[in-house]
């Protein structure tokens, strides 16, 4: 039997690339968040497709990475803590404010669920909800539950695909300083806002993390397949 034991795993090993692009520079000792892209060396290519890897064993694979996504990496001491991926978008959708469970009971479940009507966007499932007292609003489904949204979109611009921090990194604030270094870089000349930052598949802990970072309970999430190509 093969233990998977961190601290020995090669792939996130970094000691640095001669034209590493840095984008943000925290206040940490022997940090920063380097930026690779599609078009970038080989070799900063392979070492995302290593870190990909690492991040399939907990996120599930298949969806993390395509090559429109801008992948930012955590580089502390030499070694790899966290990896964000972000893509080009359109549109999202906010989340209600109150968590689902909170306006229903389990005869209003029942009934819920059999009016709705779903649709499939690649990874994620929307359904609309058909009742009176909520005509416009949809749900977006994921494997950790349901999150109510509203029907209409909004304007975004950075959709936040997947984030990761290292078992033995996490708590550290490495999240929200990747978060920070994707508003800075995503566009060129431009500071995104947090307003136009969207979410995919959010598990729980990434809806805190999105919450507590955008200061609202009603972030806004994406569908995958809507890119700005």
């Not at 795993?9 to 840095?22: C, P």
């Not at 996504?69 to 549109?91: M, T």
């Not at 136009?196 to 955008?214: K, R, T, V, W």
């Amino acid at each position: 039997m093969v233990i998977f034991t961190e601290s020995f795993d090669f792939s996130l090993h970094l000691q640095g690339w001669r034209n590493e692009r840095v984008v943000h520079v925290p206040n940490v000792e022997r940090s920063r968040v380097i930026l690779v892209l599609d078009s970038d060396p080989l070799a900063q290519r392979n070492k995302v497709q290593e870190v990909v890897k690492m991040m399939e064993t907990e996120l599930g694979g298949g969806w993390i990475f395509h090559k429109l996504c801008k992948v930012y990496l955590f580089i502390s001491s030499q070694r790899i803590a966290g990896c964000l991926v972000a893509e080009p978008i359109k549109e999202a959708f906010e989340v209600l404010s109150y968590p689902v469970g909170e306006r229903q009971d389990g005869a209003i479940a029942k009934r819920r669920r059999s009016n709705l009507s779903k649709l499939q966007f690649g990874e994620i499932v929307l359904e609309r909800e058909v009742i009176k007292r909520a005509p416009s609003e949809v749900l977006h489904e994921n494997h950790t539950g349901v999150i109510l949204c509203k029907k209409e979109a909004v304007h975004a611009v950075c959709g936040i695909r997947a984030i990761w921090v290292t078992p033995s990194n996490r708590r550290k604030g490495i999240a929200t300083q990747l978060l920070q270094a994707v508003r800075k870089s995503f566009s060129k000349g431009y500071v995104t806002e947090k307003s136009e930052l969207a979410f995919s598949q959010p598990s729980s802990d990434g809806q805190a993390l999105a919450s507590n970072y955008i200061g609202t309970r009603s972030f806004l999430v994406y569908k995958t397949g809507n890119l700005c190509r």
